[in-house]
């Protein structure tokens, strides 16, 4: 919503096709017009910040707010908070649809820093909201895949993971005395 009351229902359309921004009506409950068409933006779940301007436009075409081998760090958009004009917060999730009681959260800090949004991928981080920026935890970091591997645990490559590696593991998981297998 905008300041003066206006309202907009952002949407995928045309079989996830086009990305479409439409004013609503005061009551909320029809579209009054069609204010902007993104062609060809397969915007299933689509964030978005209002900085600097009218949520009517001019638009930009979809960009990748993170690196596209990562896909979002395996995640889709859910909400992004907006700090200040220069840092959000990227709220994203992680849906596992064979195991939806699995599925997680991630937030990452969202900074124009570049000109362009950009997630920031870091573990651990804090925020300061008087100043409104953001701190990436500093020290060692210890990747799993760098120490010993034993029983059924897995070395895995992908370029989403960090450093290219991670560590799997397929086993069994005791709960209420029965054991289960994943």
Not at 38 to 54: D, F, W, Y
Not at 74 to 83: K, P, R, T, V
Not at 98 to 104: D, E, I, K
Not at 118 to 141: E, F, K
Request: with cysteine; net charge negative.
């Amino acid at each position: 919503m905008e300041a003066a009351q206006t309202t907009y229902l952002l949407y995928a359309s045309d079989n996830n096709q086009n990305f479409k921004i439409s004013k609503l009506d005061a009551n909320y409950y029809g579209v009054v017009s069609q204010t902007s068409v993104i062609s060809a933006s397969t915007l299933e779940s689509p964030g978005v910040v209002k900085r600097n301007g009218s949520l009517a436009g001019p638009w930009s075409s979809q960009a990748d707010i993170a690196p596209a081998a990562t896909r979002t760090y395996f995640s889709q958009n859910a909400f992004d908070l907006l700090i200040n004009s220069n840092f959000a917060i990227y709220m994203g999730d992680r849906w596992r649809p064979s195991l939806l009681g699995s599925s997680r959260y991630i937030w990452f800090p969202l900074s124009w820093s570049t000109g362009v949004p950009q997630v920031v991928q870091t573990d651990v981080w804090s925020i300061n909201l008087s100043a409104g920026t953001y701190t990436a935890a500093a020290g060692t970091s210890y990747e799993a895949e760098s120490g010993t591997i034993s029983g059924s645990a897995t070395s895995l490559s992908d370029g989403s993971f960090s450093g290219g590696k991670a560590i799997g593991f397929l086993g069994w998981f005791w709960f209420s005395s029965h054991a289960h297998c994943y």
